[in-house]
């Protein structure tokens, strides 16, 4: 979390950032794939550039309250 502490400034006063990813480089994507979804990950992305390449992008789902 940042704290802006300049008095002049106007706005928000707190800006609360988050960026988070984790690479996980797998020898079988498709297998890695379907583990994470089969633990309730969301798929979000599934691309390929080439035949050398592929991202996969999986978002863990919020858990129930």
Do not use: C, H
Not at 5 to 14: F, K, M, Y
Not at 17 to 40: H, M, N, Q
Not at 44 to 63: C, K, P
């Amino acid at each position: 979390m940042v704290q802006v502490t300049d008095v002049n400034r106007t706005g928000a006063g707190i800006v609360d950032e988050k960026l988070e990813v984790v690479v996980i480089p797998v020898a079988d994507v498709d297998r890695a794939k379907e583990f994470y979804l089969s633990l309730g990950w969301r798929l979000d992305a599934d691309r390929a550039a080439g035949d050398s390449f592929r991202i996969v992008q999986e978002a863990w789902t919020e858990l129930p309250v």
